[in-house]
């Protein structure tokens, strides 16, 4: 299917815009990320997100094990036993199911599933193999719960990146993987030049800063590091979103083409006039609300 192009134009999107910047005013996400204070981003962007919209009559439950820590939302109707895996985006440094309770809420209303959200390893206190690693026993643990499932992946940015690793990992017990501006190469192999970057989340200056704080002294080409480098052989239905003028957006063109050219099942929604991981906001635009429901179709079409 070829890349589907809109433009957001809604006063909704343009309002979210605003609130976004003033957010994330302070995250930096940029060649300076490395010098900042990530504990006390995290309690300070954690206070903003709990006062994101949250769908009615979702309940949440936390679960804290000794192998691994996430929250499921159950909808007020479940209309499948299938769940949903949610893994939150903030850079490999930030974020939390908490703080993504909006999201997660609204996936879980629409698709009429559970949704686990993990809560994995952050760096730079614990960089890679920590957060992958939890989202891996999280899947485990997942299937014990919930004996017989195939569950969908969603997840925005960094969260892509691990949604994407995962699948690569476990791809026979995953039904579909859902993107949006999915962090894919931590190597430079990917060219940037080719499209105008005005992105006023992620800086195209973090992304050395990103792999000192997440890779270390690990090997970048690990496909489960950068996913660039893995085998997409009977990779799951993939459906994807990015803005066309994001630092990451040739990180899911490259996805795409990948997919694509092998003739797997995937959709890639590319739109101009938004800002990274903009999917994420969920009923709170026109444009977004569509992708909401156009998700939950394609995670029930899968499963």
Same mark, same amino acid.
């Given at each position: 299917?070829?890349?589907?192009?809109?433009?957001?134009?809604?006063?909704?999107?343009?309002?979210?815009?605003?609130? !976004?910047?003033?957010?994330?005013? =302070?995250?930096?996400?940029?060649?300076?990320?490395?010098?900042?204070? #990530?504990?006390?981003?995290?309690? &300070?962007?954690?206070?903003?997100?709990? @006062?994101?919209?949250?769908?009615? *009559?979702?309940?949440?439950?936390?679960?804290?094990? /000794? /192998?691994?820590?996430?929250?499921?939302?159950?909808?007020?109707? &479940?209309?499948?036993?299938?769940?949903?895996?949610?893994?939150? *985006?903030?850079?490999?440094?930030?974020?939390?199911?908490?703080?993504?309770? =909006?999201?997660?809420?609204?996936?879980?209303?629409?698709?009429?599933?559970?949704?686990?959200?993990?809560?994995?390893?952050?760096?730079?206190?614990?960089?890679?193999?920590?957060?992958?690693?939890?989202?891996?026993?999280?899947?485990?643990?997942?299937?014990?719960?919930?004996?017989?499932?195939?569950?969908?992946?969603?997840?925005?940015?960094?969260?892509?990146?691990?949604? !994407?690793?995962?699948?690569?990992?476990?791809?026979?017990?995953?039904?579909?993987?859902?993107? %949006?501006?999915?962090?894919? /190469?931590?190597?430079?192999?990917? /060219?940037?030049?080719?499209?105008?970057?005005?992105?006023?989340?992620?800086?195209?200056?973090?992304?050395?800063?990103?792999?000192?704080?997440? !890779?270390?002294? %690990?090997?970048?080409?690990?496909? @489960?590091?950068?996913?660039?480098?893995?085998?997409?052989?009977? @990779?799951?239905?993939? @459906?994807?979103?990015?803005?066309?003028?994001?630092?990451?957006?040739?990180?899911?063109? #490259?996805?795409?083409?990948?997919?694509?050219?092998?003739?797997?099942?995937?959709?890639?929604?590319?739109?101009?006039?938004?800002? %990274?991981?903009?999917?994420?906001?969920?009923?709170?635009?026109?444009?977004?609300?569509? &992708?909401?429901?156009?998700?939950?179709?394609?995670?029930?079409?899968?499963?």
């Amino acid at each position: 299917m070829p890349i589907e192009q809109r433009r957001a134009e809604s006063p909704e999107m343009q309002k979210n815009i605003r609130v !976004v910047r003033k957010m994330t005013g =302070g995250m930096g996400f940029d060649e300076n990320m490395g010098k900042v204070n #990530w504990k006390a981003i995290r309690l &300070i962007s954690g206070i903003g997100y709990k @006062f994101m919209p949250k769908e009615k *009559g979702v309940k949440f439950r936390k679960y804290r094990y /000794d /192998d691994c820590r996430f929250e499921i939302a159950e909808p007020a109707e &479940i209309s499948s036993g299938n769940i949903v895996i949610y893994l939150h *985006g903030g850079g490999f440094v930030s974020g939390s199911a908490a703080s993504s309770r =909006g999201y997660a809420s609204m996936l879980a209303a629409y698709s009429g599933r559970r949704v686990m959200s993990v809560d994995y390893s952050l760096a730079p206190e614990k960089p890679f193999p920590y957060g992958f690693d939890d989202c891996c026993r999280a899947l485990e643990r997942a299937e014990r719960m919930f004996p017989g499932v195939r569950p969908a992946l969603v997840g925005e940015s960094a969260g892509g990146n691990l949604c !994407v690793c995962l699948a690569l990992k476990y791809r026979d017990k995953i039904s579909s993987v859902i993107v %949006h501006s999915p962090f894919m /190469d931590f190597t430079g192999s990917l /060219d940037r030049s080719g499209y105008e970057i005005d992105d006023f989340t992620v800086k195209e200056g973090c992304l050395k800063p990103l792999n000192e704080i997440y !890779v270390g002294s %690990h090997p970048a080409q690990d496909p @489960f590091v950068s996913p660039v480098y893995g085998d997409y052989t009977g @990779f799951p239905p993939t @459906f994807m979103t990015c803005d066309v003028n994001e630092t990451l957006y040739a990180d899911s063109l #490259w996805l795409y083409n990948k997919l694509e050219g092998q003739g797997s099942d995937v959709r890639m929604i590319a739109m101009q006039g938004t800002f %990274h991981a903009f999917a994420t906001i969920g009923t709170g635009s026109p444009e977004t609300k569509r &992708i909401l429901t156009e998700t939950a179709e394609f995670i029930r079409s899968r499963s």
